[in-house]
């Protein structure tokens, strides 16, 4: 007999993620949430793309980024295999065909990116460097700290060369740098990489060239704001990335650039208006290094979020754009092999990600890690509803009601995602799954400033709070209106991060929820612009203010100045080491609510960044969905 989901399923999700393709063989990993060790254990396994056979190559449990080498005789991968519990970085190992694997060279603070030399005798590494200090700080850059990585003022990351048989690594990069992404040419002549030299504008990065036999280093493109992945072409005199040149600023689409070796520019996605990135919201993804961009033959291939889907694409050098896969779900990574195979990940509103392969025109599913447990679980889909907003643009939402209905009113929940540019969509999401089975309906929709659509349509610079707040509130009437099955009266709202800064807003404006959750919220947009790994660029451009030139700009859009009226029991789900949104939003938006006599909850989690709810030790990931149940099931 199928049952209704609950917390402590979460573990039983597997996380298929990273696809490679060499030759006829496909790689992955596959990740187990360990709830006993409080841990994720990850390996990677092979497949045979003409019979589908599946094999575990290493063991784990802490293999990831599988990276075979061009002729497929080697595979780089990355490990913390030898390294105590409390040691940071990662290894870098490599595994030949019939042989075990070997370290060839340890990075103390992680990797970025790395690429395989044609000849497989090097690889390129984009890897952290710096000395974090233990004890006292002695800070004179910015940012203080990262989210999800601790304090970074003293640490840079650099070009790397590591030799595949000795491991003899070779600093290629020089001066202050934040080096993010490589790509070595098929003629094996250079490295393209791309590289942060701005500590103040740290989301511009330049375009380079790296000559590998006369060690000089060519600018190819400057001043683009990227955090993508770059493709080489298969002539080797053109590049290749995914970047913008910020006419919208932060609310700007991601285009497809290529740079030819003689300066050439050319945007060929300009005339597609939709976002060339995956943005669609999951809580249930595995690590992955796998590239946002591939460039086969003369087609580049990359994944645009369209509504709530993302799909994969390809473009030519001309500018046509053509849809490759798609479907009521989401391409979340992909690869493709020297026949045109494409190995990809896939994910359903009612299926978490497994690993699809697409030839011939046609897909077949190769993985089905989760089928068993799932053949066990009712879970719910979603139904689309839309709507014309009152100034006349058509907005898009979901209702995932109870897998079991009492046949009376459904309490529920409005869901309000992060960013603000990412999207609800056909992506798999444990929590909403979660609260259906207890028993809560879950209505999630794309405002004004969510990615999927026009650009014109995500770009709410200046004016968070007003048309995204108006869509919000009308989708919550339109909902009524179409799932009658919604208790008017039993309503929460609740949100993180952007999501957590739009509930705090709307419990300033209305009571008409009878609870709210606020996750790694905003609640003053001055102690955010100072505090932040991102704030003092993200709130200049997002909602145009500084501080010390026009403070009221800050403050008229700034939940907490508004809290006087706040009458909603409110649960505050913070993050200790969030450095995104730091803990002083939560802990303020509590205190004053307290101070207020409103009815208020404060959960701080040590150790947790923004990332949370995505990746936190599993032990919390629990706990957290525990509290937000609890809290509406006492309010609802």
Same mark, same amino acid.
């Given at each position: ?235 080797? !005199? ?77 473009? !030519? ?223 200049? !451009? ?95």
């Amino acid at each position: 007999m199928a049952r209704t989901l609950d917390v402590e399923d979460l573990a039983n999700i597997r996380l298929v993620s990273n696809p490679a393709v060499a030759g006829s063989t496909g790689y992955f990993v596959v990740t187990r949430i360990n709830l006993e060790k409080d841990r994720y254990e990850s390996s990677i396994w092979s497949v045979d793309l003409s019979t589908g056979e599946l094999r575990a190559v290493t063991k784990g449990p802490s293999d990831t980024a599988p990276l075979p080498s061009p002729k497929g005789s080697k595979l780089a991968f990355l490990s913390r295999r030898g390294l105590r519990k409390r040691e940071r970085g990662v290894r870098l190992w490599v595994l030949e065909r019939g042989g075990e694997p070997r370290p060839l060279a340890y990075f103390p603070l992680g990797v970025l990116d790395m690429a395989w030399a044609p000849d497989e005798s090097k690889l390129a590494v984009a890897a952290y460097e710096g000395r974090p200090e233990d004890d006292v700080k002695h800070v004179e850059r910015l940012p203080i700290w990262i989210n999800d990585f601790g304090y970074a003022y003293n640490v840079e990351s650099h070009l790397y060369l590591v030799d595949a048989y000795s491991g003899a690594v070779v600093k290629i990069t020089e001066g202050w740098a934040k080096v993010k992404h490589v790509a070595w040419s098929p003629d094996g002549r250079y490295i393209a990489y791309t590289v942060a030299r701005d500590e103040l504008r740290p989301y511009l990065v330049d375009l380079m060239i790296y000559d590998v036999a006369s060690g000089q280093h060519k600018v190819l493109a400057s001043g683009l704001a990227s955090d993508h992945h770059v493709a080489w072409g298969p002539g080797s !005199d053109a590049v290749a990335i995914i970047g913008h040149k910020m006419p919208r600023g932060f609310s700007s689409h991601n285009r497809v650039y290529v740079y030819w070796l003689d300066g050439t520019e050319r945007c060929l996605t300009c005339g597609f208006d939709r976002n060339v990135v995956n943005t669609l919201n999951s809580d249930v993804r595995g690590p992955s290094m796998a590239p946002a961009i591939r460039w086969v033959d003369g087609w580049i291939y990359f994944i645009a979020t369209v509504g709530g889907y993302a799909e994969l694409y390809s473009v !030519d050098l001309e500018g046509r754009v053509e849809r490759v896969i798609g479907g009521e779900g989401v391409v979340d990574e992909f690869a493709i092999g020297e026949d045109g195979a494409i190995l990809y990940t896939y994910m359903e509103p009612t299926a978490p990600k497994e690993l699809y392969l697409y030839m011939d025109g046609s897909s077949r599913r190769l993985t089905a890690f989760n089928d068993l447990f799932l053949s066990r679980i009712k879970l719910s889909r979603p139904q689309r509803f839309s709507f014309r907003a009152s100034d006349g643009v058509e907005v898009e939402g979901w209702a995932l009601t109870p897998p079991e209905k009492a046949g009376e009113k459904t309490p529920w929940v409005l869901y309000i995602h992060g960013g603000p540019k990412t999207a609800w969509g056909y992506s798999f999401m444990f929590e909403f799954q979660l609260l259906a089975a207890k028993g809560f309906a879950v209505v999630y929709i794309n405002p004004r400033g969510s990615d999927g659509y026009s650009e014109e349509f995500a770009d709410i610079r200046c004016k968070y709070g007003e048309r995204d707040f108006q869509d919000l509130m009308e989708a919550v009437d339109k909902a009524l209106e179409a799932f009658p099955e919604l208790d008017r009266e039993r309503a929460a709202v609740m949100g993180g991060s952007y999501g957590g800064y739009m509930t705090n807003w709307i419990i300033t404006r209305t009571d008409r929820f009878k609870a709210a959750i606020t996750q790694r919220s905003i609640c003053d947009w001055v102690s955010m612009y100072s505090t932040t790994d991102i704030g003092w660029y993200f709130v200049e !451009d997002q909602i145009c203010c500084t501080p010390w030139k026009n403070r009221e700009k800050c403050l008229e859009k700034s939940p907490i100045y508004y809290v006087g009226g706040v009458k909603t029991p409110t649960l505050v789900v913070h993050s200790i080491e969030d450095y995104r949104t730091w803990l002083d939003q939560g802990i303020a938006f509590f205190t004053a609510l307290r101070l207020r006599g409103v009815e208020a909850r404060l959960v701080m989690f040590p150790g947790e960044s923004h990332e949370l709810t995505r990746k936190g030790r599993p032990k919390h990931r629990v706990e957290d969905l525990r509290e937000k149940i609890d809290w509406l099931k006492r309010h609802l």
